[in-house]
């Protein structure tokens, strides 16, 4: 699965943003899609994510302000961010998972989100 993110940019404290992540393939049977950030100086984070039967899970920074979902059709992953704060700062990147006997993951190349105060 090749994926490829986009919709980075730079916004002001409390603005919103969408991320997309276009796959190479349909995304609607893959064991699980999500959108992971990293900030300077940190580990990378699951921050969503949804799997094939479209149940989301939200890391708790991020709980009512980002929204995942996919466009079947388009074999789009979408990430809504509202509400962005400074610590939102990061590169976020798309991952698709699938897990056949073993796990593999996939990874897009990165979008930088930076959040202004």
């Known amino acids: 699965v090749q994926l490829q993110a986009s919709g980075g940019g730079v916004v002001q404290s409390g603005e919103s943003l969408t991320l997309s992540c276009a796959a190479s393939r349909s995304i609607s049977s893959i064991n699980r899609m999500g959108w992971y950030r990293q900030a300077r100086g940190k580990e990378r984070e699951l921050v969503a994510s949804?799997?094939?039967?479209?149940?989301?899970t939200y890391s708790d920074s991020v709980k009512e302000r980002f929204t995942i979902s996919r466009d079947n059709a388009k074999n789009t992953l979408l990430l809504q961010m509202n509400s962005l704060k400074p610590e939102d700062t990061a590169v976020y990147y798309c991952?698709?998972?699938?897990?056949?006997?073993?796990?593999?993951?996939?990874w897009g190349q990165g979008t930088l989100v930076t959040v202004s105060s």
């Open positions: 991952n698709a998972r699938v897990v056949l006997g073993f796990i593999r993951d996939y």
């Open positions: 949804m799997v094939s039967s479209g149940s989301t």
